[in-house]
């Protein structure tokens, strides 16, 4: 779509609508997704992390699945189609899918494909935009000339770079990304952009993307009427909301109380950019479906893109499964991993077949001539299409429903059976995963069962070793009065991630409990005096534990002073809770008493 090189229309024969100005502005140039921003611009962030996943993830099945499932059709449908692309599908796929296999059993590779997935997807959407608002240009017989489109090119590209130096520098500015990869095997690579560098790349392209925007709509609107623009102005409009505007905010902290806007909810908000995105592909895919088959049926056309996109999905999470080939549960990466393999691919095909110096391409997208297509696959391939189809599809559709009232409300309602029976389902899909033991140990620890959480979090550990969920049986164990036992957990958390709370964590284990034969002070202080390091002398509860350590070795000079650093910081913050125990650990300090936790 992105293609300047297209054919000039014929004004007599040339609607300025693709399926009708209603579809078009709603659809295919985002407006409908502004009327989203304005709603999730009402509610809290809070509100918005709060909220039903299984609605998210049935919008997502009935609007992303068909997305990528309209590409697959496009490929592999007729046999012009499939002779046409059969290089760039065979290939691509063979690429993609093998570093998708490697990833899952090198960490390494894996966050190298989800990396790709994050910073492609931005820029697949901004392409898609681009290409759209040169089409309704051409298609109302608005000619510009290479410098008004290089400009407008500029701009897209510009909003585009604002998300990728938010995401890729030191300060916080959310994750572009509608699913979750938290707690799994594969992070995110960062270049790291220091923030003094970030800062002013950011305010310079922001600058940039300002003035390429007003020089090449400032002519156009001089030039022509508001009414002839209106798509084009509607697209540009959507880009800014998908990428400009929520970028800005983030990166200078304004509006985070505010769901569309906030760090912290990021994730979410761009879930709802991607469908809108998916809307508009599925927009266009229609209305090039039914100009190159007059007997085009919109519903069956939606029903295939719906089987297919389940097969693309589902198939690869099945065949690479902790049951078949696979070392990842679903939920520690094998989905994550599927989800960028998939999204890759979608991206490489797209950007082949969707272009408009295509003859094809172009006369039905620019000059609304009617093409017939070769004659569809035979019937034997069709029926086994819509066979495995709609079994991957009922399995999607399985899946969520297990996992949101089968496994989430169950355990909000104590219901353990109900729970119990879910994980055997998914079990029975090849979609079973960690997180449900994790949660249900955190429905016993809010009861106050420190045993059974225990036992949940262990039984989890079997199926995924993560340092979050090792961290937290350290405490379930420090909480049950086994100290001892918390020694191992403490030292895993830590060994996996290396991260100052993990040190902190350790620290502590091994300077309190006089009872622990494997109790080890002098390595705790070099833990705490590491952590504080990192964290710098301003955190009060790095700073307490360091105290903490050096009492247990008998420096309590160097306690006190550790104490008092922590208490001025805690003061600060006005963490007063903190404040008092620091203060009652500062006492027995300056009465040569270390510190012992309650019985």
Known sequence: LCSPHMARAKEQTLSPWLQGPASDLLLGCGLLYAGVFAYLSLISADAMLSGSTWLAAAVILLTGVPHYGATLLRVVEHPQARAQYKRWTTWSGLIVWGIFALGLYQQYVGSLLLTTYLCWSPWHYTLQNYGIALMFLRRRGIETDQRARRLLYASFILSFALTMIVLHGQAAGGIYVPISFAGSAFSFISLGIPLDAQAALFTLTLCAYLIALASVLIPLLRAHSMRALLPVLAVIFAQALWFSVPAAFRFYGLGQGIASLSVSSSAQAFMWVGVAHSVQYLWITDYFAARSAPAHNHARYFMRAVLAGSIIWIAPMILFGPSLLGPLPYDAGLLALAASAVNIQHFILDGVIWKLRDEKIAGVLVRNETREDAAPQPAWARRAFLGVGALCFAIYAGNIYEREFGMARALIAG?????????????????????????????????????????????????????????????????????????????????????????????????????????????????????????????????????????????????????????????????????????????????????????
């Open 415 to 599: 219901d353990f059976a109900r729970y119990e029976q879910a994980e055997q389902r998914l079990g029975w899909l090849g979609l079973a995963g960690y997180k449900g033991r994790s949660n249900a140990a955190l429905v016993y620890e809010s009861k106050g069962d420190y045993a059974r959480a225990i036992e949940q979090l262990e039984r989890s550990l079997k199926e995924w070793e993560s340092p979050e969920s090792w961290s937290r049986l350290c405490y379930y164990y420090q909480r049950a009065r086994r100290s001892a036992e918390s020694r191992l957990p403490c030292t895993r958390a830590f060994e996996m991630s290396r991260t100052p709370d993990a040190a902190l964590q350790l620290a502590l284990v091994l300077s309190v409990y006089p009872e622990d034969p494997a109790r080890d002070p002098a390595r705790a202080v070099v833990l705490a005096e590491d952590a504080v390091r990192q964290v710098g002398e301003r955190d009060p509860f790095a700073l307490n534990v360091l105290g903490i350590t050096y009492a247990a070795t008998g420096r309590f000079d160097d306690a006190m002073r550790a104490a008092s650093n922590a208490l001025y910081a805690a003061q600060s913050l006005g963490e007063s809770e903190l404040a008092k125990k620091i203060e009652t650990l500062l006492a027995g300090y300056q009465r040569g008493e270390a510190y012992r936790p309650p019985n």
